[in-house]
């Protein structure tokens, strides 16, 4: 038994398998496409890759040819035909890959495995199709039997080997990889009929439910300060963990374990691609926020909440550095804005204001209970736009309205269903109408879905009718373009709105 050539044929035979496996599983799909792929590429060839994959014409080209390269490749390193134009052709393919996701400056943002740096499964795939490329010994295979032999040594015919293989048992050992494959084949369509096609593998993943190609039109569009933002605002909540899922105590772990921070950068990206160009995130995920712009050259506005730090008295540390950050509006949390009325220190919300406004920044005021932004007209502060919770309460778990009471939200959770329990976040929705029909100055509301109790039809339209300019959406990568489709449906056909638009 020559083992060194056994186990080079084992090597090229999962090498080949691997590029079989994929094309066809594309191809038992039948609606597959790359597009998703190619336009959220990251790196510097992205522009190329994002050019290809937001063009109908060349992606009519570019997915069957891929697949029948990963066909055609996988079945010339299997059964040992064509070895050197199949490495060759794997190589190319391998690094085409490999550049659409580079693993390199910083975190990686593509549908590949783990966290890594420089090199990945599809550098090492294409390094072993270069070893196969060049070493002598290419194992058991067609290629062997010389069934197209020609005066001039075939192209893709190895060097001479040291053992003959012109004896009916050599033969035998180079047919051998033909049946391995029906094997192998047979067993993979065994699986796919107990679990379905295997969609999930190498470039065939994804993003989320409605693929961009199903965006309706375009996103519109409004002014805060000298920002022009779409107005459906991304929301940072569910990326940054903070769930308001009721006494469901599992459910921030589960968001915070679903949002990677590939995942997360997945989700950005398909949200600038489907016209939402602005999030609204809590302070803690300015960092990663930065970090994603500098990756990617995003130009996604960031608008940064910000809270003081009462214990020290610096109300503006965390505006100092919001702007280190490089954010584009900041705002006082609502939180914050509801805390400091409730304890009587709206000076301190007057001095943020005029802080974020000294520095040339775009100054937002947010609350959760209306009587806080009632307080701060009142005293005459008034924000360059309001962030106000937006929703209806028309919602089982909602509770009475003669039981709440202003300044409960984020406050105690009581175990009385008839009481504050992370369920509601706009308490008096007709007085919140009221207040955002009389104001000025642009109104984003948030929370419009009561954190997940209504439908985006009701909710969006909710908001948009009494008074909204903006509406602010947690959303996950697989609700980001039917959230898109629907913001764009409401506002086409919007009724009984009275409040004139701002901004």
């Not at 959760?368 to 919770?389: F, N, R």
Request: aromatic share 12%; proline share 4%; with cysteine.
């Amino acid at each position: 038994m020559n083992w060194k050539k056994l186990l080079i044929t084992v090597f090229r035979l999962a090498i080949g398998w691997h590029f079989l496996y994929e094309g066809i599983s594309k191809l038992a799909m039948g609606n597959w496409t790359a597009a998703g792929y190619l336009t959220n590429s990251t790196g510097p060839f992205s522009g190329f890759f994002q050019w290809m994959g937001s063009s109908g014409a060349l992606m009519n080209i570019v997915d069957p040819a891929n697949i029948a390269g990963l066909i055609l490749i996988g079945l010339g390193l299997f059964v040992g035909l064509a070895l050197r134009v199949s490495s060759i052709s794997g190589i190319v393919l391998l690094m085409l890959y490999y550049f659409a996701y580079p693993p390199f400056g910083g975190s990686l943002m593509g549908p590949v495995e783990g966290n890594l740096y420089i090199v990945n499964k599809n550098l090492i795939e294409a390094l072993a199709l270069i070893v196969l490329l060049f070493i002598k010994e290419k194992g058991y295979g067609v290629y062997a039997l010389k069934l197209f032999s020609s005066k001039k040594k075939a192209v893709d015919e190895p060097e001479e080997s040291t053992e003959p293989d012109n004896s009916r048992r050599e033969a035998l050992k180079n047919l051998a990889t033909i049946p391995a494959l029906g094997v192998l084949g047979w067993g993979a369509f065994r699986e796919s009929q107990t679990f379905g096609t295997d969609t999930l593998s190498g470039a065939t993943i994804q993003i989320g439910g409605a693929d961009i190609s199903e965006l309706k039109g375009e996103l519109p569009k409004g002014k805060i300060g000298e920002h022009e933002i779409s107005r459906l605002v991304l929301g940072g909540n569910l990326i940054g963990g903070w769930a308001h899922s009721r006494d469901l105590i599992y459910v921030p772990s589960l968001f915070r374990a679903y949002n990677t921070e590939k995942k997360i950068f997945e989700t950005l990206m398909l949200a600038e691609k489907a016209g939402v160009n602005t999030i609204n995130i809590g302070f803690p995920t300015n960092a990663l926020m930065a970090k994603y712009k500098k990756m990617t050259g995003s130009k996604i506005k960031v608008i940064s909440q910000v809270a003081p730090d009462m214990k020290d008295n610096d109300y503006f540390i965390n505006i100092n550095k919001a702007i280190d950050y490089g954010v584009d509006i900041i705002q006082v949390q609502g939180n914050w804005c509801d805390w400091l009325v409730r304890d009587k220190r709206i000076d301190v919300i007057e001095k943020m204001i005029g802080r974020i406004r000294s520095q040339g920044y775009t100054a937002g005021l947010a609350s959760h209970t209306v009587d806080s932004l009632i307080a701060c007209e009142e005293q005459g502060i008034i924000p360059d736009y309001y962030m106000k919770t937006m929703h209806h309460d028309k919602y089982w778990s909602a509770h009475p309205i003669e039981n709440r009471v202003p300044f409960e939200v984020d406050g105690k959770n009581y175990l009385d269903h008839n009481k504050f329990h992370n369920n509601i976040f706009c308490l008096f929705p007709d007085r919140t109408a009221e207040f955002v029909q009389r104001a000025k100055v642009p109104v984003m509301g948030f929370k419009v879905l009561a954190a997940g109790a209504l439908k985006p039809e009701d909710g969006f339209n909710w908001a948009f009718k009494n008074g909204a300019d903006f509406i602010c959406v947690g959303m996950f990568d697989f609700q980001v373009v039917n959230d898109v489709n629907t913001a764009i449906d409401i506002l086409e056909n919007l009724q009984g709105r009275t409040r004139k638009w701002y901004g």
